[in-house]
């Protein structure tokens, strides 16, 4: 959750409603508990079963809505939102979901939490037939899909055109008569159904959006399933049968809400059990555990639990958003972390400290982090990581799809060490992370029916646009697997 | 730090600098770390050596200072800023600190931190002699005192007039070529001197704010104590001998931030203590132990300690501020603590839980957090109060200031457990309290250096122009012991 | 110009410009002279010759650019911009023009001035053919047809959808080597070509935006022109040869800022000749002339110097912009238009006024002036139209496409006069409104060059989707003439 | 009108109200209209009979009341409003009016239009007494002399302190039950007064803000009135009879709204007079006659009239408020009148133009109106200015306090001429602007019961704090004048 700090992006939260009214208000409370999936763009699309109305712009959630005109605005019983964040290059308001397109045979509104590995390809052959996008992103190219086969139907054209996208998907759509759901084959992106007391239906990419409307927890979408909701009620198809889950370990790692469930397991659960199980692997001799705020006081607490030692604050989150000016003095310069974290000298002063972190991704935060400690008085910094190395990009919806920005990619353990400046890095295993968030749902699908591509390159789809640039970032040892992995 | 959640406000944070290019861009960073001491109002003024520049509005820091001109603005190698919380009669910008007075002999600029308990008969005697008042402010009565005795010099003037107020106060005064500080005999509000590396001197409500800016640790402002800071470095006078401290107990309870050092005492270490001495006071058969976020969480991992219970994240705080709209429908109506807390599912299920809150003041949160609780499965609710029963007002700067808002003012611990619905109710002993924080600089001040009236009654001033109605909110034990403890 | 009071909108303004630094700036001092085209949206696309930078936003220019450092993202030689005006349907951001569509062979960003007559037709057979559209925009209907025949080649591509699409157009078209300009085959909008000192090429709707920029004029742009501008400089080329000036005769009456030169004519001095053929027509016998600011202030000066009575400010117009809050009295209802004209007491108090307008739409402005008058204390008012009755629609991007709201269209002119309340109602002529106006470019073209369909019915293309609607709401006489005119 | 042209500012407008519910919204109307003498801040103070409620903000009434609930909060049958043009020195919040001092005995608002010219010596009194003013406003010294004198009874005091103040002014003060307005001596602000149907009274400084409300006109406020108005209705009193009528002329012939009657006389009649004694007094050999919008429309049109040449619109005014972003470019330097005024190229072209305007302050508006016209092909310019040479600075409300920036106090007419670039250039006399004027209350009052010191140095009020500096200025000669005048 503490986007700014880790530099980690998840690309995107999803909620729909159907059949209830003040849909668009319900679906702004869902919105605010998936805000940390995404801070750079909102937006509603509701639908009184006549037409659609439509509000998003940049920014977040309660900035995008600060006019409740604009909520009210969005009448009728369905509605979908989305909270976005958006890749750096043209975060235009184009780009803010739900996109609403309207057609002389009725109106549709697309929200996606996902990637697709496909993308560019598709992109080019659809504008080769004349296509025109209007942004950049990967979503719109599933309604161009739709529309080149919409003669087949809705449906048909919709199943045939999620058969041809590759990658992690979780699709809304809304028509002014239905609520339509989409997963990807290895269920890559969480996505949950719930249930109102007055019979409507909520979609969801975490449960904790549920909660906060009171809607009871109906099941998670299974991976290629089509749920489809209107005046009847719930309808479950697939639109593929070969699926296989395979469920973001990062989800559990680092984007959930702590209070989420996905599949089965409460994501703070998950984490404190990483913790624990990180104990057990990795033992230090120090005098207080402490965690980085707020995404790894789960492990940290675990961590503490299984080791016996005393579980302090020894850094503590600023609730509030600020400025960082530009600064012309050396002294101003590295402030922009300090307004976000800062050490507790009366806690750490003198102690051996092992701090608890659920990732390391470019390394920067974690060295700020040693050094604030070493300032406060820390005698020694043992930095233990919740999961393992993240050595591969993701392809799937997360802000790191190069390899040059991963830390563990270039560094052995020894020397992100150094760089860091602790006394001590450890990393949980795979093995154990497996363990630790033990998906009931798995069944035998490899990894506990988890991605965990992104310590060990193994990816659970072909990475099609993407394969060829990502060998090249491969070592040769690396590259040599990777050819042995795709086939 | 939970402002919205409790319903107890501080009234305000208070920041000086001297000494410095840069100086209202540090104060902003140090307004910054005391946003949670207000956040209805912010302001800075700043002086170059010749002129005082201004600027403050309503809202939070951030929004105060969006456009990046108004601090560039602000020039000069001093300033003091403010943060503030707006009592609700008259929220006007008229009210928001730090004030500035243009005389023809000089300009100053003035932000106050407390509360003055001969206020009006101060303002009245003032008005009387021909004063005009723009504020509604208590801040306003030190400048028309000090112009009332100018004659005899700026210092004598002002320490006549600090002698003439009463109450809990920590004065900033910011003149063309120096700042200076004040604090009440009784040391109510916390105030600290920090020192910047080039020298310059910071004057700040907590030491978090020192840290931000890597400012060192001076020394706390001592009760009586004339404070000034000009060309010639720092120099410290009083302007009363008899003083004695008696420091707010709830700085340490509530308001403060975790991470900050009042008279030696960190404050995450006082509110672990006091958990722990909960814990031996009041064991409970329960499964886990979980905290209120923000601001209980370093109780609860002390208790948690204490007693041996696993210590789990039950309860979780969103990170993002968000608008309640007004709601139409029923189901809607509970929506606005959901916004902000959260009961993670996955954790409370089944088992009998321990929840640690600092405080109770209406007690409408308390009873909310228990229903959510219940709602999210926990078998039973355990509510332990990390403080003794709040039951008489403040009137030293925080926002209770009438009896008839006190839950624990009308109801007994029984009466107010069943208001609350939880399975047994147990609050902090005011010795334990003591024991807990134990301030060193004490000395044989009564109640080991801290006013605690909030508990005992037993204010460390005379109310002056509250006593009446203070007397009138008194059962009939209560005003036998008030007349005896003024005496 | 008074769009608020007339109740008559023009549907946008367009300027480009292209090899000159500072493009995106000098765009929107252009866009600013243009801004009474359309007061709805405002945007600006450039291009650095490598990719294309938007932004636009719902409002008016000045607040869409509030944050200066819209414009300075919009880096490099060239641009384009739009001022719109939005039709009550769906005022979302995404019908703010400038467009701008991603392709992988290149960007492409269009804006647009005018009405399609076919574009209903043409959209569905798009949307058959697999087409999404994401704005309710004629507009895109162009990108969408270049796109099918892109194989072709785009400037063949290009010339091959202009011919396929019908009504009153002006487009500009931004790549990112070249600016690309095309006006209908009845010129029914107008578009005008500038040059800068430094060579850089201009077009815009109106001479006014060439002159903010010290643009020198170069020529009008002629019906069915293809002007294309790169680094070779200025290229005129035609996508059809069947072509006849048919010019919107409302730009003359309304619309056009009094300093732009249309096709050879000054607006102002048009509308001074309007006012003196209309004295011809119509004298009266009045103490005063007066004009309804600020559109009607140059027919009134003609009205009164051929008339001979003097010529006073018997109105004046606010230039401040008003909110009109709800009102709860009676006595506050009728204030929204006092808000923006207010009658001269001390000028018309016991004069027989000669009140001259520029046109009557749907007649409630004008009851409200002659209220207005006669409560100030005019003994008579006269009020004169400086053109014909405006009975028929405009299909061309005015937005008044049906007769329902005319008023002229559904009373006779003696039935008119009653209804506003004047003493004496008369209309110029159509012969002396194209005398008026007399177009040099004209030749033989009929009406002088004009399109006067708004006054007689006859339009100078077919209407398309529009004819059966059309149709419809003639009387029996009208629909006979209307079936000999189309044939 | 035109502020941003000319550079000559008026401070403030007044407006207030007894007696009617929306007495705030009212205001809100009456200061719309008010709007011209002051564009830098705006506010409202209104009374529900115990209590008074603020709004006030920097920037114009549509922008400190766009959010309705503003207006909305300020509740009660009374209410006063300012809109303000704020000095360079400190355009600050505390300085926008009404101005609201709450004092134990009740609260006071207070909003003033004028100048003081012993308000720096009254200041330094008070202070020295103990005063402490927290605005630069001269404004508040007012309420500072009252509560010296409060002993004595409000109405007494109040009477005493406006004998003790020196200048022009028109105060509007507010108590909980009563509405209070004063005038100077010599009545150099205009102030009138009006009646709702409903019996309630209005004052206001232009009768403009009394036709939006459809109050009836009263009379106006005549010099040393002290008008009082409560539920008894109006009561007209006097705190000095040494009385003698001197308005400003410039309100006639710059500042108030064209449709405004101040003593009795229409503006836009005064002005059209102007132009026609101009034109007798300097005819010129002319094609055209234009004037400057939108202030010397009614001059120029009345020079037109006398003179028999044609009335053009050869200079149009843009209606909407534009940004001017800093300008790199050499070419980019000029656009800021630009944005604001065009020359009618298709009017002037080979034209002798007689261009009428009001004044000439700085004389770079002037210049570059001339520039602009014969940019635009005009063959000759004639500088035709409606008002005597504006030699000498106002100090009794008009932003022109210093010598230094008036043209005409450092150059001949000839001199003034060529430095505009005109072809020629004459002035209206004194005699002829007091002609065109001809107030009707002015008895035998000197200069028709003008204030036309700006012209001839002879002011009707003693200098005090500005007579020192002001004789610096002059040169001997004027000195010399200077010292007899005040004799």
Chains 1, 2, 3, 4 share one sequence.
Do not use: W
Request: hydrophobic content about 40%.
């Amino acid at each position: 959750m503490s986007v700014e700090i880790k530099g980690l992006n998840e690309e995107c939260g999803v909620f729909g409603i159907f059949g209830t009214p003040d849909a668009s208000q319900l679906t702004y409370y869902g919105l605010h508990t998936l805000q940390h999936r995404g801070q750079e763009g909102a937006g509603i699309v509701s639908t009184d079963g006549k037409t659609l109305y439509q509000h998003r712009d940049r920014g977040l959630l309660a900035k995008v809505f600060a006019d409740p005109a604009e909520l009210k605005r969005l009448v009728g019983e369905a509605a979908i939102g989305h909270v976005r964040y958006g890749t750096s290059g043209h975060n235009s308001i184009a780009n803010v979901q739900p996109f609403l397109f309207r057609f002389g045979d009725g109106d549709i509104a697309l929200a996606h939490n996902g990637n697709l590995t496909n993308a560019v390809t598709l992109r080019q052959q659809l504008e080769n037939e004349g296509a025109v996008f209007q942004s950049d992103s990967d979503t719109e190219i599933l309604i161009h899909l739709i529309r080149k086969y919409i003669n087949e139907g809705f449906i048909p054209a919709l199943k045939k055109s999620l058969n041809l996208i590759h990658g992690g998907f979780a699709y809304l759509l809304l028509q002014k008569d239905r609520l339509i759901a989409a997963l990807d084959p290895n269920g890559i992106r969480p996505l949950c159904i719930g249930r109102l007391a007055n019979g409507a239906y909520v979609v969801a990419s975490e449960t904790c959006a549920l909660d906060i409307i009171d809607a009871k927890f109906v099941r998670d979408v299974q991976p290629g399933e089509l749920i489809t909701i209107d005046q009847d009620g719930l309808h479950i198809d697939h639109y593929t049968r070969q699926t296989q889950l395979a469920i973001c370990s990062m989800e559990y790692i680092y984007f959930a809400r702590p209070d989420s469930i996905i599949h089965g397991v409460t994501v703070h659960n998950a984490r404190k059990r990483m913790g624990k199980l990180l104990a057990k692997e990795h033992p230090v001799d120090a005098d207080i555990v402490i965690g980085v705020p707020n995404s790894s006081l789960s492990a940290a607490s675990g961590y503490a639990e299984e080791s016996g030692l005393p579980y302090e604050m020894g850094l503590i989150k600023s609730q509030y958003v600020a400025r960082t000016f530009i600064q012309p003095t050396q002294e101003l310069r590295e402030l922009g972390v300090h307004m976000k974290l800062s050490a507790v000298r009366g806690v750490v002063k003198g102690k051996r400290v092992a701090v608890v972190d659920d990732s390391i991704v470019r390394g920067t935060t974690s060295k700020q982090i040693v050094q604030m400690l070493r300032n406060a008085g820390a005698s020694e910094v043992h930095l233990l990581i919740a999961s393992p190395p993240f050595k591969f990009p993701c392809f799937y919806g997360i802000d790191v799809s190069t390899r040059s920005e991963l830390m563990a990619a270039h560094y052995s353990v020894t020397a992100m060490c150094e760089r860091v400046g602790a006394d001590s890095l450890n990393f949980l295993s795979i093995d154990s992370l497996v363990k630790a968030i033990d998906v009931p749902d798995a069944g035998d699908a490899p990894n506990g029916g988890l991605t965990v591509a992104y310590f060990n390159g193994k990816y659970p789809t072909p990475l099609y646009d993407y394969e060829k640039g990502y060998l090249k970032s491969l070592n040769a040892q690396e590259r040599l697997a990777r050819k042995e992995n795709v086939r």
